[in-house]
């Protein structure tokens, strides 16, 4: 066995000849685990979230949606969509309208984006699974439905079975003069309601679902779209088709995933999540000086063990070494402790929720903190923690060591 690995595990688990450098030992010890037990739990919790918000998000926004570059319509015959839909991956190819319109029910007014969609729209995308009202129905024969935002209806104070009072939707008439008559200088259609979804405020306060025709109608289009909706296969690289579908459409449009939908937001998070951590790792690095006390008190402790290791032809360097292990050993222990206990405490909020963010009747999306695991950051916390473990083990002993190894030079 290595020779300084040997000493400085004995000195690691042996008991001192002062009994408060086992206790300062000890503190060392517990504060590394203590650190490292909450950087786990804390970047695990931001995993949770960030997993939660991008399947909130995913539930509404597509895999791929193709926007005309230099303005807001296009023409659907400018789009080779035959091609696009045979793509190897490619489910389903929805055709969308979108348009801010007012909305008004009763007495109460709301400007919403009303999103026309093609009849594949309902099969492409889950947002079915999150409804709180209602159902999901867009057509119905001849008839047309809507189906709207949690937040919009609550502005509006709709009642989804009122078949008396139908939500109209106006939007201006192109291509008219300014009037102060409303019907003039807007056009606008009579919908009933189906279905009330809530996904996110953003998505809640925003959409009114409605089928494409009715969308086309109001707005006065004919073959104008806004963008193109495709639902991929999760056996099949979304890279590929992002790829080959820029390709097909042309230098025009632009072609993004959903990390480039949200990319400003998956950006945020991702900066929260390492501001998180480095504020943390500051927190380890005063505790790694716990380290620094132990180390230096163990070495005065052991200066009669450093004479005899000196007469026995131990150099500066062996003695060193013996002390930095010791320094290492102290924070590779509490290291692994603070992870397994981290793991532990992720494992047991991941399947039972015991730690709740509101009460009981709380209509949130979850109710407990989301967690989820992640390899890379066990491995990102071992090493921060080994690397100030380094730095923490390499002060006292080249510092206080020296000295103690002049003073005992001194004496013979």
């Not at 006390?293 to 060193?320: P, Q, V, Y």
Request: aromatic share 12%.
């Amino acid at each position: 066995m290595h020779l300084p690995f040997y000493i400085a595990k004995r000195y690691f688990f042996a008991k001192k000849s002062h009994n408060i450098i086992n206790i300062i030992s000890g503190i060392s010890v517990a504060g590394i685990t203590v650190g490292t037990m909450a950087l786990v739990v804390v970047l695990s919790v931001f995993n949770g979230f960030q997993q939660l918000v991008e399947s909130l998000f995913n539930t509404f926004n597509p895999d791929l949606v193709i926007t005309w570059k230099e303005g807001k319509t296009f023409n659907a015959s400018s789009i080779p969509a035959e091609k696009l839909k045979k793509l190897s991956g490619v489910i389903k190819y929805t055709e969308v309208i979108e348009e801010n319109a007012l909305l008004r029910y009763h007495e109460k007014q709301f400007i919403a984006t009303i999103k026309g969609v093609s009849s594949g729209f309902k099969k492409a995308n889950p947002l079915d699974t999150m409804l709180v009202e209602g159902d999901f129905v867009l057509e119905d024969g001849e008839t047309d439905y809507a189906v709207m935002g949690a937040g919009i209806a609550y502005y509006l104070n709709v009642q989804l079975n009122d078949f008396n009072t139908p939500l109209m939707v106006y939007v201006p008439r192109r291509g008219s003069n300014v009037s102060l008559n409303l019907e003039e200088a807007f056009n606008s259609e009579a919908i009933y309601l189906s279905g009330i979804f809530s996904v996110q405020q953003d998505f809640d306060t925003k959409y009114l679902l409605v089928p494409i025709r009715f969308a086309r109608r109001l707005l006065d289009y004919d073959q104008e779209l806004t963008s193109i909706e495709l639902s991929l296969s999760d056996k099949i690289s979304q890279d590929k088709i992002q790829k080959q579908a820029e390709t097909l459409c042309g230098k025009d449009f632009v072609v993004k995933n959903r990390f480039q939908q949200q990319e400003m937001l998956y950006r945020i998070m991702k900066s929260e999540k390492w501001a998180i951590f480095l504020i943390l790792a500051f927190i380890l690095f005063i505790a790694a000086f716990n380290v620094v006390g132990s180390l230096s008190m163990l070495i005065l402790d052991k200066t009669e063990d450093i004479g005899i290791l000196r007469n026995m032809g131990a150099d500066n360097r062996l003695i060193k070494n013996i002390f930095r292990t010791e320094g290492l050993l102290i924070s590779i222990g509490g290291a692994l402790l603070g992870l397994f206990f981290g793991f532990i405490v992720c494992y047991l909020q991941q399947q039972f929720g015991i730690i709740r963010l509101q009460s009981a009747d709380s209509t949130f999306v979850v109710n407990a903190y989301p967690v989820k695991m992640q390899w890379m950051d066990f491995l990102s916390v071992f090493a921060t923690v080994l690397a100030l473990g380094i730095v923490a083990a390499w002060f006292p002993v080249r510092r206080l060591g020296e000295k103690q190894l002049r003073n005992f030079t001194s004496k013979n």
